[in-house]
């Protein structure tokens, strides 16, 4: 019982070591983006403007996500490490 304990205790511990380590990453992003909301397309269909184009939405989404996919990963990995050296 006490080593389950234990191991969630250090999920815990990692977890939020995880998300701080993700926070000062993303602090330290000067251009992040947020993702648009598609609904856009819809409230102005009188311009027709690359803006309100579904596929640069899409594509634009898409490339926030994979920057934010980035910052994930890094901070995996320099948590990888700050475990090694503990």
Request: aromatic share 4%; no cysteine.
């Amino acid at each position: 019982m006490n080593l389950k304990k234990r191991e969630a205790e250090e999920n815990v511990t990692r977890r939020t070591r995880l998300h701080e380590i993700l926070i000062a990453l993303i602090k330290q992003q000067k251009d992040l983006e947020l993702m648009d909301d598609e609904v856009q397309v819809f409230e102005n269909p009188i311009n027709h403007s690359e803006k309100y184009d579904p596929s640069k939405i899409v594509e634009r989404n898409q490339r926030i996500i994979k920057k934010y996919q980035s910052l994930v990963r890094s901070a995996i990995a320099l948590d990888a490490i700050l475990e090694a050296e503990e």
